[in-house]
Antibody, heavy 120, light 112 residues
Framework: EVQLVESGGGLVQPGRSLRLSCAAS????????MHWVRQAPGKGLEWVSG????????GYADSVKGRFTISRDNAKNSLYLQMNSLRAEDTALYYC?????????????WGQGTLVTVSS | DIVMTQSPLSLPVIPGEAASISCKSS???????????LDWYVQKPGQSPQLLIY???NRAYGVPDRFSGSGSGTDFTLKISRVEAEDVGVYYC?????????FGPGTKVDIK
């Protein structure tokens, strides 16, 4: 059974940093691209970042480019999101999602999310 | 960036009846490989989003056949042939063609 478990969220002051982690199990992690998607309270879905299986291709939303860094450790079956210079508008539930593995960036499994609150 | 729009944004439905959601993209999602890079997700109350349809018309594993997807390069439709009470939630279309990946604003489906 595919499981994605996010952690690392919490309350942080504007301008500070936070590192999210996603522990993956139930599939061959290094066969698949992975993504981070967020959802602000009461709002829709926003793709944040994606990374291919070998970290060869990485993409970011314009809203986080230059502040967030996605990475993965295939030996540890883990995905990460380093978030620097956090802003109030980064407040959201952050989901880790597994790529389906066909063409495009379709995701087929999502974790339960970890909540990030940016506030003074 | 590719802009995704959906209509309607709210859809009250009667169980047993059909329902339809439209999604439009600001540029074609038809790749030269013939695939249409459009996915549909549903987020049921209190749950994470789940994949319904990928590449325009392919049902994800375990998705009932009352769900179907269709469309051309920029205009797509999700149809539910006979709505059930468990189908309530917010339905999102998403373009999977290029980064940044973008979602539609969502269509809230609830029981009338």
């Amino acid at each position: 059974e595919v499981q994605l478990v996010e952690s690392g969220g919490g309350l942080v002051q504007p301008g500070r940093s936070l590192r999210l982690s996603c522990a993956a199990s139930g599939f061959t992690f290094d066969d698949y691209a992975m993504h981070w998607v967020r959802q602000a309270p009461g709002k829709g879905l926003e793709w944040v970042s994606g990374i291919t299986w070998n970290s060869g291709i990485i993409g970011y939303a314009d809203s986080v480019k230059g502040r967030f860094t996605i990475s993965r450790d295939n030996a540890k079956n883990s995905l990460y999101l380093q978030m620097n210079s956090l802003r109030a508008e980064d407040t959201a539930l952050y989901y880790c999602a597994k790529d389906l593995g066909v063409v495009g960036a379709t995701t087929d499994y999502w974790g339960q999310g970890t909540l990030v609150t940016v506030s003074s | 960036d590719i802009v995704m729009t959906q209509s309607p944004l709210s859809l009250p439905v009667i169980p047993g009846e059909a329902a339809s959601i439209s999604c439009k993209s600001s540029q074609s999602l038809l790749h030269s490989n013939g695939y249409k890079y459009l996915d549909w997700y549903v987020q049921k109350p209190g749950q994470s989003p789940q994949l319904l349809i990928y590449l325009g018309s392919n049902r994800a594993y375990g998705v009932p056949d009352r769900f179907s997807g269709s469309g051309s390069g920029t205009d797509f439709t999700l149809k539910i042939s006979r709505v059930e009470a468990e189908d309530v939630g917010v339905y999102y279309c998403m373009q999977a063609l290029q980064t940044p990946i973008t979602f539609g604003p969502g269509t809230k489906v609830d029981i009338k």
